[in-house]
């Protein structure tokens, strides 16, 4: 069956530093991926998304990659900041699928000062 | 402002008293859903809406419903809630299921 999964339940990273949070899927059918951020007390909110016909994707200092040949997706948070501290969850969506998205665990960041 | 909005976003209620907590799109948005968010297991979802009048299960179903009597509302409805319903609770909605979904507040439900 399918799933998403996160690699480490936790990260800490130094304020100013990158952060990478890792996410592996089983199902290769899968073809939209899309990184949220949940602050406590609030709803997920979008940070990035990609589709499958891509292999990584920028936005304002964050960056998706996509590797479909392990399955693999990261999001890279470029110089840390406070602010960032929340809970990152990957999500997927088959192809064809009528039922939007399939979540991961998520990882908890924490930014040190 | 385009949101996804939840009411209420706290409920205390007891075993077997039915409630319904509403959610409202104002985007114009075909599909809506329903998750549930338990610590250590993520966000699950309950039921979605593709369309007004098409709903269906999703991987935690038991113990809800739910109606799409007008495309921008999708109430959750617990007819006999009891203590394992006891959650965190998002309505989510999108164009395609495919694209942005954008999420709602949030709803903390305890059932005692």
């Known amino acids: 069956g399918e799933s998403v999964g996160l690699h480490l339940p936790t990260l800490s990273v130094q304020e100013g530093d990158n952060s990478i949070i890792n996410c592996a899927y089983s199902?290769?059918?899968?073809?939209?991926f899309i990184w949220y951020k949940q602050e406590s007390g609030k709803g997920p909110q979008f940070i990035i998304d990609?589709?499958?016909?891509?292999d990584k994707r920028q936005g304002q200092r964050v960056t998706v990659l996509l590797n479909k040949t392990v399955k693999h997706l990261s999001l890279q948070i470029a110089a840390t900041q406070p602010g960032d501290s929340a809970v990152y969850f990957c999500?997927?969506?088959?192809?064809?699928?009528?039922?939007?998205?399939?979540f991961g665990s998520g990882t908890q960041l924490t930014v040190l000062p | 402002e385009a949101q996804v909005t939840q009411n209420p976003r706290y409920l205390i209620t007891v075993t077997g008293k039915k409630l319904t907590v509403t959610c409202s799109q104002n985007?114009?948005?075909?599909?809506m859903s329903w998750y549930r968010q338990d610590p250590g297991l993520g966000l699950r979802q309950i039921y979605y809406?593709?369309?007004?009048?098409?709903?269906d299960k999703g991987d935690v179903p038991e113990g809800y419903k739910v109606s799409r009597k007008e495309k921008r509302n999708f109430p959750l409805i617990l007819e006999s809630p009891s203590p394992n319903q006891t959650s965190l609770y998002f309505c989510?909605?999108?164009?395609?299921?495919?694209?942005?979904?954008?999420f709602g507040q949030g709803t903390r439900l305890t059932v005692v």
């Open positions: 990609i589709r499958s016909n891509m």
């Open positions: 985007m114009n948005h075909e599909y």
């Open positions: 999500a997927e969506n088959l192809a064809g699928s009528a039922r939007q998205l399939t």
């Open positions: 199902n290769s059918a899968s073809d939209y």
């Open positions: 989510a909605s999108s164009l395609l299921t495919n694209t942005e979904a954008f």
């Open positions: 809406s593709m369309n007004v009048e098409v709903t």
